[in-house]
């Protein structure tokens, strides 16, 4: 035994990775606020309605009726039904909710298990940036090799067909892509996941498809999953759960649709993790996903997402120095702030501690975009009307100080 161990020491898997640069701006939000600063809050992709009255009730009862023991490691069957059921309606793909359907407990779990069932140790990763913390850190977790592909503002953070395939090689396992993407708000049009679909046969790599915010698009905008094309159910995973579209990231409950064997693979990762996700969550969401009153609550949210993302732009134009990146789905826009003359870093920064606005450098979610802040317009419209009367405002002071 080696006797000079630092018994304090992490691992050398999690010294590969970095903790989350979102965690720690919305740490830094509840230090302020404990201080009794009032802070407006356009950083978490979080909704701020309220879970569906019906989903509430009925986990409710649930527990009630002591539905608090383990449901089956695959989830409980009727919600496995009703999630197939909702996927065949969502996007024509049928899939057996005996054998292709997981439920997780969130969408990051199931993103977490599946890149640790399908990586392996030097398997590479195409993963595009701007992106989700989460895949790359889970592939280097694996004891794979990210490899970033950075998406241009200047097209919209649309994705280069040719560069991708430049960047294929014999140790390409996995292609991940986030479609409506956080946070650049992409939503790619059919013929991008046509091609993408075409070198996953080509070169025989699995596409993992996170598709969390498929219901949140915009301007007649169409989204369609990639395992809907030719031969892509069995070449694909995808994600997708309750949290944003249901607004309970709370609830933590996700669920993944896949062929049976690679399911079969994912579950020996989740048994060992989080056993099942609790029954009378799942058993609210199934009673209550589908009922009148859900549908209509969640119409109204997603409507009522569309005027804040016009607000927010309208906003955004009238603030000089400031551009940004339309989005088409999700609710975050990435907005260029070097003509300030900060990093988005030091921008974000400065416009919480002096303005007590929160948003999130555009650094934590991809190295390529330094000069840029994301902002959710998941936030209430009286709050986002306020944030932006406070950007302006800093926006106004640091020009004054430039032009000293």
Known sequence: MNKTYDITAESNRVKKVEPSLIRTVLNRVDELRKSGKEIIALSAGEPDFNTPRDIKEAAINAISQNHTHYSSNRGYEKLRKKIAKKTLEETGIEYDYQSEILVTSSGAEAINNTILSIIDEG???????????????????????????????????????????????????????????????????????????????????????????????????????????????????????????????????????????????????HQYSTTCSPTFIQIGVEEGMDTKQTIKEITSMIHEFAKRRILLMKGLDNIKGLSYVIPKGAFYIMVDVSKTGLSGMEFASRLLEEKYVAVIPGVGLGKSCSDFIRISFAASTENIQKALNKLDEFVKELDKVSSI
Request: net charge neutral.
């Open 123 to 269: 398997d590479e990763a195409i993963i595009f940036s701007p992106a989700f913390v989460n895949y790359e850190n889970m592939v280097k977790i694996s004891g794979g090799i990210p490899v970033i592909i950075n998406l241009k503002p200047v097209n919209q953070f649309g994705i280069d067909i040719g560069e991708v395939e430049k960047q294929i090689t014999e140790r390409t396992k996995m292609l991940v892509i986030n479609n409506p993407n956080n946070p650049a708000g992409s939503v790619y049009d059919n013929a991008t996941l046509k091609q993408l679909c075409e070198l996953s046969i080509k070169h025989n790599f699995i596409i993992v498809s996170d598709e969390m915010y498929n219901r949140l698009v915009y301007d007649d905008t169409e989204f369609t999953s990639i395992a809907s094309f030719p031969g892509m159910k069995e070449r694909s995973v995808i994600i997708n759960g309750f949290s944003k579209t249901y607004a309970m990231t709370g609830w933590r409950l996700g669920y993944i649709t896949a062929s049976e064997k690679r399911i079969n693979g994912i579950l020996k990762i």
